[in-house]
């Protein structure tokens, strides 16, 4: 059992790694909501089992949105910091996810990936659908300040995260912003 585990189990406050600390915030549930919408909105979804690969996974909140949208889903968590036994411990920024799926979900994980355009171009081949976030420098004040305090590798304007998905080949099928505005969320093929 990892050292990580232990203090889960212990019911104490995850790492402040990542922001965990922060994972039961409204914000968060937020945008697992609308990916899961996104996900139930898939052309797929409903008539055959959708395989989802959960990139940086966390407490694994999606997994219970999805539950409740979709009815045939197998879900498959992958994290660097994994929260639970069922979690693959993956690094999206050294790894390929090497294992075809359906729909691969990044939630608030490639703010803290260096190289944003390769993971993208990685995951293109592993993945028919795509549902990403990235919380958007266009609406923060000071966003390098924001990128510090948060300790984010990369935080781009909306319009050049959309031209990283296109580059990587994706087709964006929908982006919706979350209710507090500052993270957008993009669907795509
Ligand atoms: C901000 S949290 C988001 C967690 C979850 N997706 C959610 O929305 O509740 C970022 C997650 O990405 C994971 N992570 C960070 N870097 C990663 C990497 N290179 N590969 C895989 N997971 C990573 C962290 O361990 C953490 O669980």
Redesign the pocket.
């Known amino acids: 059992m990892s050292w990580l585990h232990r203090i889960i189990q212990r019911g104490k406050p995850v790492s402040n790694r990542?922001?965990?600390h922060e994972?039961d915030h409204e914000m968060?549930k937020d945008?697992?909501r609308i990916a899961a919408e996104m996900i139930a909105a898939l052309p797929d979804a409903g008539k055959a089992e959708l395989k989802i690969a959960d990139?940086?996974?966390?407490?694994q909140?999606?997994r219970e949105e999805i539950r409740t949208l979709v009815p045939a889903v197998s879900y498959h968590g992958?994290?660097?910091?994994p929260q639970s036994p069922e979690v693959a411990k993956?690094?999206?920024?050294r790894q390929p996810l090497g294992a075809r799926f359906d729909v691969a979900v990044l939630?608030?994980?490639l703010e803290?990936?260096a190289d944003v355009p390769g993971a993208l171009r990685s995951l293109r081949q592993d993945c028919r659908y795509l549902i990403v976030s990235h919380s958007v420098s266009d609406f923060r004040k000071n966003p390098r300040r924001s990128k510090r305090k948060l300790g984010w590798k990369t935080l781009m304007s909306e319009s050049d995260f959309t031209a990283c998905l296109e580059e990587a080949s994706f087709v964006i099928r929908e982006c919706r912003p979350t209710s507090n505005q500052r993270t957008v969320i993009w669907a795509c093929q």
């Open positions: 990542f922001n965990l994972q968060w945008r697992a990139i940086g996974c966390g407490d909140k999606l992958f994290d660097l910091l993956f690094d999206i920024s939630l608030g994980v803290y990936v």
